[in-house]
């Protein structure tokens, strides 16, 4: 059972850029959500999707977007980048299920985005 | 709304020593609740988790018991090693929400 995946490891991008970054999610899984980390701080929920569609979104402005693709795999994209963008972008999976009461999440190791 | 609150850190102890790292919660409804770590290059692990009140999840030496009364899951382990130091973050979610809130984290440094 893999576990999941994201790339790049770091990325270095200027203000103004547009950057997108990718995630594998883990075998079995039909969701990933996607949380945005600064230093120091806890991750914050950027959205989440379910059978390629948003199925719930955060406080964070219509330039982050996302995809997710058939085989679960997802990307968030992120516009017009703003120094306060730098932070560790973290990818979870997780299996959603109506019979389920909660869903437990795993989280991939996360993509380093500095904003110069 | 739903919140997290974590004792700030850093908890610095010697190895052997007891640990403690409150949390504290708001929510609407009847959350699940977690404690994830975080060590250093690293994205999150799932330690433990508990689904309702009076359940006590427990993980690798670690406990921590949802109280619905006082709206806590404080973690707690009894002889810490330097191995734990790490930092460990509070979290909930909701039936069928499956967003999940953080705490700011408390990060752990166990010395020998």
């Known amino acids: 059972e893999t576990g999941v995946t994201q790339s790049p490891t770091h990325l270095i991008k200027t203000r103004g850029q547009q950057v997108t970054l990718r995630c594998s999610s883990q075998?079995?899984?039909?969701?990933v959500s996607w949380y945005q980390q600064a230093l120091g701080q806890g991750p914050q929920f950027i959205f989440q999707?379910?059978?390629?569609?948003?199925?719930g979104r955060g406080n964070f402005p219509p330039r982050f977007s996302g995809l997710q693709f058939p085989n679960y795999s997802s990307e968030l994209n992120v516009n017009a980048l703003e120094l306060d963008d730098s932070a560790l972008y973290l990818c979870?999976?997780?299996?959603?299920?109506?019979?389920?009461?909660?869903?437990?999440?795993?989280f991939g190791p996360g993509t380093r985005l500095t904003v110069l | 709304g739903n919140s997290v609150t974590q004792m700030e850190g850093p908890v610095t102890l010697s190895e052997e020593a007891f640990l403690t790292i409150n949390c504290t919660y708001t929510?609407?409804?009847?959350?699940?609740l977690f404690w994830y770590v975080q060590y250093p290059g690293e994205g999150l692990q799932l330690l433990l988790k508990?689904?309702?009140?009076?359940d006590k999840g427990s993980n690798k030496g670690f406990e921590a018991t949802y109280r619905k009364e006082t709206t806590s899951f404080h973690l707690e382990k009894g002889s810490v090693q330097v191995s734990d130091s790490a930092v460990y973050f509070c979290a909930l979610t909701r039936y069928n929400f499956n967003k999940f809130y953080f705490g700011s984290g408390t990060k752990l440094n166990v010395k020998p």
């Open positions: 075998s079995g899984h039909n969701t």
């Open positions: 508990a689904t309702k009140a009076d």
């Open positions: 999707y379910y059978r390629e569609e948003e199925n």
């Open positions: 979870a999976s997780s299996l959603l299920s109506g019979t389920r009461s909660y869903n437990e999440q795993f």
């Open positions: 929510a609407t409804g009847y959350p699940s």
